[in-house]
């Protein structure tokens, strides 16, 4: 991690560990840099928990949604972190293994296929084609898509984070993206990117 380790904490930053550490069992990825900001991390932790635990998605779609917001910015540690999970929860592996690899998932389930339509015009192209939001409405309704964007943008400043101070990898884990080493992008026609 870019970050040095913390030495010293004030009694509010001590209580906010404990509370992550009651919550999460430790502080661990992006809460390993969002701690230097107390506020915030409380902030964003607790929608986290929200976007993760409670939104009006199921949870498979829920999973669904962590992923395609950890490829489209490349973070390695969420997709290790959920990829089990996504498939416990009932998300084809076969289709999640593509996505990783920047292919058509080729999702089975129609609601699968438009929650990654839907959320990657969002991530990438910035927008929603109208036929894309009437699917998608139509599919989840209003709370279920209110929930999906702030889904998308909350974990999506999750992997910024992870990816911006570099939290460390799982060195147990295979790397998930093809394109992607340590905190690098790479391709077949062009050279490591520092």
């Avoid at 416990?88 to 690899?101: C, I, N, Q």
């Avoid at 080729?106 to 609601?111: G, H, L």
């Avoid at 964007?149 to 909350?154: K, N």
Wanted: charged share 30%; hydrophobic share 45%; net charge negative.
């Amino acid at each position: 991690m870019r970050l040095a380790d913390i030495t010293e904490q004030n009694g509010d930053e001590a209580a906010l560990r404990e509370r992550l550490i009651a919550r999460r069992g430790a502080v661990v990825g992006p809460f390993q840099a969002l701690v230097r900001s107390p506020r915030l991390c409380e902030h964003l932790e607790t929608l986290s928990t929200y976007c993760m635990r409670e939104s009006a998605l199921p949870l498979r779609l829920r999973e669904l949604t962590l992923l395609i917001a950890a490829r489209a910015f490349d973070a390695q540690h969420s997709w290790n972190a959920h990829f089990e999970k996504a498939v416990a929860a009932g998300v084809d592996r076969a289709s999640l293994e593509r996505l990783a690899r920047r292919q058509d998932p080729d999702f089975t389930r129609s609601d699968e296929r438009i929650l990654h339509r839907f959320a990657t015009e969002a991530l990438l192209g910035h927008f929603v084609d109208d036929d894309t939001y009437a699917a998608a409405l139509a599919e989840f309704g209003e709370s279920a898509l209110v929930d999906l964007v702030a889904s998308l943008g909350t974990f999506t400043t999750l992997a910024m984070v992870l990816n911006t101070f570099q939290i460390d990898l799982d060195p147990a884990h295979e790397p998930p993206f093809p394109d992607v080493r340590d905190f690098r992008r790479i391709g077949p026609d062009r050279k490591a990117q520092q």
